[in-house]
T-cell receptor, first 117, second 107 residues
Framework: DAGVIQSPRHEVTEMGQEVTLRCKPI?????LFWYRQTMMRGLELLIY????????DSGMPEDRFSAKMPNASFSTLKIQPSEPRDSAVYFC???????????????FGDGTRLSIL | RKEVEQDPGPFNVPEGATVAFNCTYS??????FFWYRQDCRKEPKLLMS???SGNEDGRFTAQLNRASQYISLLIRDSKLSDSATYLC????????FGQGTELSVKP
């Protein structure tokens, strides 16, 4: 059973560069979430999609961050231009969304460890 | 003030000890509640949902008090493999994570 697949696992790049993180959800999961985790702020939701449509992007820190979900099997989180303070672990999680049902568990990918120098 | 508050720990306990984690949440509109476990440098994984009636899964017992907006997790007979960070999570539309409580079980 393939879980949530994220790539790359690690990325080190210089500030100012564009960074693209990728996520492939579990087949059949129609909700997708992008999180960022740091020691200082813990795990924070950046944006989530239901059925490929962005529902809540209030956690996206600023315009340098953008996320897309062009189809049910792929999502990207892009940072342009990147800054050192963007260094964190970025997790993608997916779940089955059913209206009115709130207890569906989220399954997390292994994360992308991003370091901006 | 964070919406979900936990004691960050670390909790250092010997094998076999009973350990309790507490969590409070500030928004009474929170709909459902969970405990997640996160091992070092790994992804969070769902440990258990938390119900108002209290629920148990083996050595783990979770309790919810909606009136006082309080959630707890009790681990009995702790094992070395229980060492991890335990995240208190509430759902209010989206999931909102606490900072986590680190547990270290020593031989």
């Amino acid at each position: 059973d393939a879980g949530v697949i994220q790539s790359p696992r690690h990325e080190v790049t210089e500030m100012g560069q564009e960074v693209t993180l990728r996520c492939k959800p579990i087949s059949g999961h129609n909700s997708l979430f992008w999180y960022r985790q740091t020691m200082m702020r813990g795990l924070e939701l950046l944006i989530y999609f239901n059925n490929n449509v962005p529902i809540d992007d209030s956690g996206m820190p600023e315009d340098r961050f953008s996320a897309k979900m062009p189809n049910a099997s792929f999502s990207t989180l892009k940072i342009q231009p990147s800054e050192p303070r963007d260094s964190a672990v970025y997790f993608c999680a997916t779940a089955v969304y059913r209206p009115g049902v709130s207890n569906q568990p989220q399954h997390f990918g292994d994360g992308t460890r991003l370091s901006i120098l | 003030r964070k919406e979900v508050e936990q004691d960050p720990g670390p909790f250092n306990v010997p094998e076999g000890a009973t350990v309790a984690f507490n969590c409070t949440y500030s928004n009474s509109a929170s709909q459902s509640f969970f405990w997640y476990r996160q091992d070092c440098r790994k992804e969070p994984k769902l440990l258990m949902s938390v119900y108002s009636s209290g629920n148990e899964d083996g050595r783990f017992t979770a309790q919810l008090n909606r009136a006082s907006q309080y959630i707890s997790l009790l681990i009995r007979d702790s094992k070395l493999s229980d060492s991890a960070t335990y995240l208190c999570v509430v759902r209010r539309g989206k999931l909102i994570f606490g900072q986590g409580t680190e547990l270290s079980v020593k031989p």
